[in-house]
């Protein structure tokens, strides 16, 4: 067995982000290819701590040891570690999180300048008969 891999996935450990996480890889043939690091609030670590982040830190062993060219960075809505903030409806809370996105690339950007870095979010309100709340690529940055 291969022990290299192309893509990795950051994502919040709230275990509600399982099925359409799956979902997600399985639909862009990701299933089996791709490491993923879980952490509470997903990106919140790496905006809040950047280089110093356990996030980079592990962003850095999986571009290591599998070889990982592609990283993904995913925040969703409703998400506990992001409580404090009594975001005042939905629009809001996805305005906050485009932010922590874009700010969240900046770091591996930096000290990854070969790797493909895009932004996933993921929204739970209304779901499943919304379409639009499933898991949204956000921008890529290069
Ligand atoms: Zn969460």
Do not use: W
């Amino acid at each position: 067995m291969s022990h290299t891999c192309s893509h990795l996935l950051v994502r919040c450990m709230d275990f509600r982000l399982e099925d359409p996480i799956h979902e997600y890889l399985k639909k862009h043939g990701l299933v089996g290819k791709t490491d993923i690091i879980s952490l509470p609030g997903g990106i919140k670590d790496l905006v809040a701590n950047g280089r110093e982040s356990v996030t980079i830190q592990q962003i850095c062993m999986a571009v290591e040891l599998h070889g990982v060219s592609t990283i993904m960075l995913m925040n969703h809505s409703d998400c506990g570690a992001y409580s404090q903030h009594h975001f005042g409806n939905s629009s809001d809370e996805t305005a906050f999180h485009y932010r922590q996105l874009c700010q969240a690339v900046e770091t591996p950007r930096v000290v990854f300048d070969n790797n493909m870095i895009y932004t996933l979010l993921y929204g739970y309100k209304n779901q499943p008969k919304d379409p639009s709340f499933k898991i949204q690529q956000l921008y890529i940055v290069r």
